[in-house]
């Protein structure tokens, strides 16, 4: 069946050093792909998104990385902060049936907690 | 700009009462709408979504049901709560314009607790 899941469901790194989450999907029609961070409390916020004809993004001080011969997508935090502190969720385009392909829903993983220490 | 908001931030509620949680959009229209709950340390649960006034699409069996009454409206509902309904409650949208977007954008959430 189809499911988006994390590799990693805990991260813990240093103030400053560089993370990477991890994400694998299996539905290899998959072809749009989000980042989301969660913090305690919170709503998802968008990070940023990859689109399959794509294998790198960049933002700012992220970049995700898609690998479709593995299916597996993965987000680089550049020097993290203690700001980055955060679950962070990857999610996978999924087309609506019956909304003639017009309509899209999507698919989240599991969710990585990353601790940035101090 | 778009803004989503949902309310109440937090309920507590009695095992066996009514539910609603509201959730609205500014700044848009026609957007995609929906409902997630997101239990204890776990990923993100699609209940409901709806792509236009009155038109609902369920993802899983439940004790729940939304309703869309106007266009950047979209309400969670339930006449009796049970236990296994606690959680976190969250609205996201998504834009339709000029085409549909694959991107949702959430609400703060409603932090829900039956007791």
């Known amino acids: 069946g189809e499911s988006v899941g994390l590799h990693l469901p805990t991260l813990s790194v240093q103030e400053g050093d560089n993370s990477i989450i991890n994400c694998a999907y299996s539905?290899?029609?998959?072809?749009?792909f989000i980042w989301y961070k969660q913090e305690s409390g919170k709503g998802p916020q968008f990070i940023i998104d990859?689109?399959?004809?794509?294998d790198k993004r960049q933002g700012q001080r992220v970049t995700v990385l898609l690998n479709k011969t593995v299916k597996h997508l993965s987000l680089q935090i550049a020097a993290t902060q203690p700001g980055d502190s955060a679950v962070y969720f990857c999610a996978e385009r999924r087309i609506i049936a019956d909304s003639g392909g017009s309509n899209y829903k999507l698919t989240f993983g599991k969710g990585t907690l990353l601790t940035v220490n101090p | 700009s778009q803004t989503i908001h949902q309310w109440p931030a937090t309920l507590v509620q009695p095992v066996g009462s009514p539910l609603s949680l509201e959730c609205t959009v500014e700044g848009t229209s026609n957007p995609n709408l929906y409902w997630y709950r997101q239990a204890a340390g776990r990923g993100l649960q699609l209940l409901f979504y709806?792509?236009?006034?009155?038109?609902i699409s369920s993802e899983v069996p439940q004790n729940l049901s939304a309703s869309r009454p106007q266009d950047r409206q979209f309400i969670l509902s339930s006449k009796k709560l049970l236990l296994s309904d606690s959680g976190f409650y969250l609205c996201a949208w998504s834009s339709t314009r000029p085409a549909p977007q694959e991107t949702q954008y959430f609400g703060p959430g409603t932090r829900l607790l039956v007791l």
């Open positions: 539905n290899s029609a998959s072809d749009y």
């Open positions: 990859i689109r399959s004809n794509m």
């Open positions: 709806s792509v236009g006034i009155g038109q």
